[in-house]
């Protein structure tokens, strides 16, 4: 067995294959001078597990040119933070259903696929192979067990992730909890007043995702507004759009944190133990 990764995701899939007890293989990169992406792999094996996650289509380019690359192997698919995901409905006439569009693409030419956190399990059934999703909770869970957080409140910013929020504070013996968040437009997010329990407390807002900060920023105001001594975040996919981990900070928010799914300054927790873990438990 070979693990094999993308650009972007060369320290996952270090931690994957040293979980799995495995090597990683090396890949060569380059650009033909139009722009369009040249790789080739320097070995191949029987079986292969290839990481990449797709936060753009330089990212998806790259993953479709490896699986190629990877032909006549038995292929494991990894897809760590599964870009498109969250257009998961024609919310228009004339829209695609984009999370369809990247799933069915990335099932060619390989045997299984597994995501992380997955903004919603539902878009796996797109995939035309069987497909898993990770969660990285009890993960999230360590970490924060790891901060100098007195009796942390885990909040969710909203009731479909209220799940995750109680995955994450239950083995822990934290209070979990959600808030309600509606969503205005891509950046503008507005969460209705909900009376909890924050006074005085260190608040964790956990999420699948930071991209614009939007959410955060709200859920901040109000957790501040209702006492809370700190409000700290750890999210799984810290897509970090438009610089919005320096505004998070400015807009006081005590810590961030985020996964290893993309590859960023303030990635603190792996998902390769997970991972791995579940590959050997469905292959
Ligand atoms: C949406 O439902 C997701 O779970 C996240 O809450 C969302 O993607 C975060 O986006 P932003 O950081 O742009 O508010």
Redesign the pocket.
Known sequence: MLVVSTEYNQVLAENIARALRCPVGGVRFTRFPDGEHYLRVEETDGEMIIVGSTPDADAFIELLLLVDACEGSDVTLVVPYLGYA?QDKKFHEGEPLSARAVCRALSQGVSRVFTVNV?DPRVLSHFRVPSHDVSLAEEIGRYLSSLPLEDPFILA??D??ARFAAAVATPCKWESGHLEKTRISG?E?RMEQRSLDVKERDVVVV??????????VSAARMLRDQGARTVSSACVHGVLAEG?YLRLLAAGIHHVACSDTLERACSRYSAGDAIARMVRECS
Not at 207 to 216: A, E, M, N, R, W
């Open positions: 969250r903004h910013p909203d479909g992730a950046e997010v999420d699948d995702i930071i991209s614009t900060g939007g959410t955060l919005s």
